[in-house]
């Protein structure tokens, strides 16, 4: 029963009167206002104090771990039960809350086999970006100014970026589809089986180049052998590379650098010097 619109603008005597006619009852429930009031005080501060603990347990962090994989890849099985596989030179910050799986990839990359769990979403923030798992295995690879690639392998993840409202259209990537970002620009495309070969071979140890910069491999071998390589001649940076390497086999990289291309190579103070043939 509401009357709230109907005797607002009454003096009180009259809406006493009017009750006392209409609903006799209502005007002894008058005597008790102090104690209603009262009890409607405790009963608002009983509701607060119900939804801020509820709030504060929902929002609990009940995990948290910072990982840092230097020259190796670390593989950790979440208290979830999902296998993360962390690539060399990867840094992201794990928290785990009654609502909320989330990892947050702040350098490199990682592989994820994700457990399903129906009430608590798995999301992935990369700078501004943010994927969610929808029941699945995926890549995620943070390659620096902004760029973020993200490839599929099973299941889907949905994509959006942080400034987003939860009623825009997310783009939905399946298994076999890669999202590339670039800034606020993204595309959505399918990836040949080979390529998510390439970009996962670094869990098996191995490095997959394909028509690459020297200069981008170099920085690869650096950081998974823990050995610095530096091009001395910058005339050779932008030379081309493709092929498979041992991760750990710096010297037969090395090797193979002098055996194709005009380039040779010296050590000083542990650090790999590159130089091309025609400088020295």
Same mark, same amino acid.
């Given at each position: 029963l509401d009357l709230t619109e109907k005797f607002k603008t009454l003096p009180l005597e009259k809406v006493d009167q009017h009750l006392s006619k209409k609903i006799p009852v209502l005007k002894k429930m008058r005597l008790l206002q102090p104690f209603a009031v009262a009890a409607s005080i405790l009963l608002i501060a009983s509701v607060y104090l119900f939804n801020s603990l509820g709030h504060n347990n929902a929002s609990k962090v009940l995990y948290s771990a910072s990982l840092v994989s230097n020259n190796d890849v670390i593989a950790k099985t979440l208290p979830d039960g999902s296998q993360l596989t962390l690539n060399a030179g990867t840094i992201a910050d794990v928290e785990f809350t009654k609502n909320a799986r989330k990892i947050v990839l702040k350098v490199g990359e990682f592989f994820v086999q994700v457990s399903h769990e129906s009430d608590r979403a798995f999301i992935v923030e990369v700078e501004d970006k943010i994927f969610q798992a929808l /029941?699945?295995?995926?890549?995620? +690879?943070? !390659? =620096?100014?902004? #760029?973020?690639?993200?490839? *599929?392998?099973?299941?889907?993840?949905?994509? !959006? $970026?942080?400034?987003?409202?939860? &009623?825009?259209?997310?783009?939905?990537? &399946?298994? /076999?589809? !890669?999202?590339?970002? $670039? /800034?606020? %620009?993204? +595309?959505? +495309?399918?990836? !040949?089986?080979?390529?998510?070969? =390439?970009?996962?071979?670094?869990? +098996? =140890?191995?490095?997959?180049?394909?028509?690459?910069?020297?200069?981008? *491999?170099? #920085?690869? @071998?650096? $950081?998974?052998?823990?050995?610095?390589? $530096?091009?001395?001649?910058?005339? %050779?940076? #932008?030379?081309?590379?493709? =092929?498979? @390497?041992?991760?750990?086999?710096? #010297? /037969?990289?090395?090797?193979?650098?002098?055996?194709?291309?005009?380039?040779?190579?010296?050590?000083?103070d542990g650090i790999m010097f590159l130089i091309e043939k025609t400088t020295q």
């Amino acid at each position: 029963l509401d009357l709230t619109e109907k005797f607002k603008t009454l003096p009180l005597e009259k809406v006493d009167q009017h009750l006392s006619k209409k609903i006799p009852v209502l005007k002894k429930m008058r005597l008790l206002q102090p104690f209603a009031v009262a009890a409607s005080i405790l009963l608002i501060a009983s509701v607060y104090l119900f939804n801020s603990l509820g709030h504060n347990n929902a929002s609990k962090v009940l995990y948290s771990a910072s990982l840092v994989s230097n020259n190796d890849v670390i593989a950790k099985t979440l208290p979830d039960g999902s296998q993360l596989t962390l690539n060399a030179g990867t840094i992201a910050d794990v928290e785990f809350t009654k609502n909320a799986r989330k990892i947050v990839l702040k350098v490199g990359e990682f592989f994820v086999q994700v457990s399903h769990e129906s009430d608590r979403a798995f999301i992935v923030e990369v700078e501004d970006k943010i994927f969610q798992a929808l /029941g699945t295995a995926f890549f995620v +690879s943070l !390659k =620096g100014d902004n #760029q973020v690639d993200m490839l *599929v392998e099973e299941g889907r993840v949905s994509y !959006k $970026r942080v400034d987003q409202n939860e &009623s825009d259209n997310q783009t939905i990537a &399946s298994a /076999g589809e !890669k999202i590339k970002t $670039r /800034g606020k %620009i993204f +595309s959505i +495309s399918q990836y !040949k089986e080979a390529e998510m070969e =390439g970009y996962l071979a670094w869990r +098996s =140890g191995i490095l997959v180049f394909n028509d690459e910069t020297l200069e981008k *491999v170099v #920085q690869k @071998f650096s $950081r998974y052998s823990g050995k610095e390589i $530096r091009i001395a001649s910058p005339s %050779i940076a #932008q030379e081309r590379i493709t =092929g498979r @390497f041992d991760a750990k086999d710096t #010297q /037969g990289f090395l090797t193979l650098l002098e055996e194709d291309l005009d380039i040779v190579w010296h050590e000083k103070d542990g650090i790999m010097f590159l130089i091309e043939k025609t400088t020295q």
